[in-house]
């Protein structure tokens, strides 16, 4: 791997957090409003299953009215509490409360990374705007370039050293380049748009961050589909047991308070108004998808489980595909400022030439049009790398 490509590595946590609270601020208030509640939801979901084991004590009231005697209509009143709570269930409870934690981990880390993205995407476009009016430059020198190119051809056209067609291409190109910086303008339009449907801010303004590359082993550790791949087979883990639980014995324990009024039609000393009942009990169902569906949850542990192997491996791909594409950007980079020290050699001698009569100021102009495009096109290939380094800082915890 290329010395030069990771001397940035220790700088980049450093870097990465330097933006944090300003990146966290690009999107619009109502997106950061939407993850906000989206991570409230997910909060009050964890809770609310993690106690789901606990059933609800049943309240009731009852009036009864009885016409069974004659002249005579008897009302009684009713007041009772309900309890039938398992205590045992073959280890289900243990891993209902952590399937619920992990559920939690997991949807939270889900969220996270819908934000980072959502971010990544109004970075994405940052960049791309700035790489687009880098290109409007280029273009407009390139035309600045086949105006004269026109001119020469015009000139000697009329003199009669040149072919028509020759001209005729002249004019094609310089047209065709007009156009380009006209779809430009139009393209630049939907970035602007596009930008406006994620932030409020005024691009323009926004300053992008410098970004470098992570250290592939951070870069590992910290990737969140990899943690919430990692956390989903946890949770289907859990999930598996607890079906396997619900087909094991159950023990609970049954409990009732019961204040009701006596029939006065007959009356009993030995009965009381206020009294309780409880009791134990074990069960079992015997269910003839019993086996299916417990066979069912461990394949769905074991396709998530693999998913994580699977992420594994693409991430390495993902981090050596981005190593090769920069080290193909340094070298472009290294080629344009090799052109550039060419051009400047050729400025010079061109201009110094003008001067003394031996070449006109459109020649230098030619010269000083590709001078200033070489160096354009390194800074576009910057910004190339430093989309290519967006993608890993989306997908890494704990950056912006």
Same mark, same amino acid.
């Given at each position: 791997? !290329?010395? *030069? ?34 991570? *409230? ?53 243990? =891993?209902?409360?952590?399937?619920? !934690? ?11 990374? %819908? ?32 105006e004269i190119d026109i001119k020469f051809k015009s000139d000697s056209y009329e003199a009669g050293i040149l072919d028509s067609s ?7 190109? %310089? ?36 970004? =470098?590359?992570?250290?592939?082993? %951070? ?18 883990? =859990? ?23 006596? !029939? ?9 108004? #206020? ?28 396709? $998530? ?5 699977? %992420? ?41 030439? $003008? ?9 230098? #102009?030619?010269? =000083? ?16 790398? #430093? ?14």
């Open positions: 791997m !290329n010395k *030069k490509l990771l001397l940035p590595l220790i700088i980049g946590a450093f870097s990465s957090s330097l933006y944090a609270d300003e990146l966290a601020q690009i999107l619009s208030p109502q997106k950061q409003d939407i993850f906000k509640y989206q991570e *409230k939801i997910n909060q009050l979901e964890a809770d609310k299953l993690k106690k789901s084991w606990v059933n609800p004590l049943q309240l009731q009231y009852r009036k009864n009215y009885s016409t069974q005697f004659v002249d005579n209509t008897i009302d009684t009143e009713t007041y009772s509490i309900v309890m039938d709570q398992p205590i045992f269930k073959s280890g289900g409870i243990f =891993h209902s409360i952590k399937y619920s !934690n992990v559920l939690r981990e997991a949807n939270a880390k889900e969220i996270k990374l %819908r934000k980072r993205e959502m971010i990544g995407s109004a970075v994405s476009i940052l960049f791309s705007i700035q790489k687009l009016r880098l290109q409007q430059e280029k273009l407009k020198l390139t035309i600045n370039s086949d020759f001209l005729d291409q002249a004019i094609i190109k %310089r047209n065709g380049d007009q156009t380009e910086l006209l779809a430009s303008q139009i393209e630049m339009e939907k970035l602007k748009n596009n930008f406006a449907l994620l932030s409020d801010k005024d691009p323009n303004s926004f300053e992008t961050p410098k970004l =470098h590359l992570l250290d592939e082993e %951070r870069y590992y550790q910290e990737n969140l589909e990899l943690q919430v791949d990692t956390l989903r087979a946890n949770e289907k883990k =859990h999930l598996s047991n607890m079906v396997m639980s619900q087909y094991l014995p159950t023990v609970s324990i049954q409990a009732q308070y019961i204040d009701g009024d006596l !029939n006065p039609l007959y009356p009993n000393p030995n009965l009381k108004e #206020q009294y309780s009942n409880y009791g134990v009990s074990v069960s079992m169902p015997l269910n003839i998808n019993t086996f299916d569906d417990i066979e069912s949850s461990k394949l769905s542990y074991m396709e $998530a489980s693999t998913q994580v192997i699977d %992420r594994k491996k693409s991430i390495k791909l993902e981090y050596e595909m981005i190593i090769n594409t920069l080290r193909i950007l340094n070298k472009k980079i290294a080629l344009d400022r090799k052109d550039e020290k060419l051009y400047e050699r050729l400025y010079r001698v061109t201009k110094n030439l $003008a001067k003394v009569g031996e070449k006109t100021k459109y020649d230098a #102009q030619l010269i =000083h049009n590709s001078l200033e495009i070489k160096k354009l096109d390194q800074k576009i290939h910057s910004i190339d790398k #430093q989309i290519q380094l967006l993608t890993l800082y989306i997908k890494v915890n704990n950056v912006f």
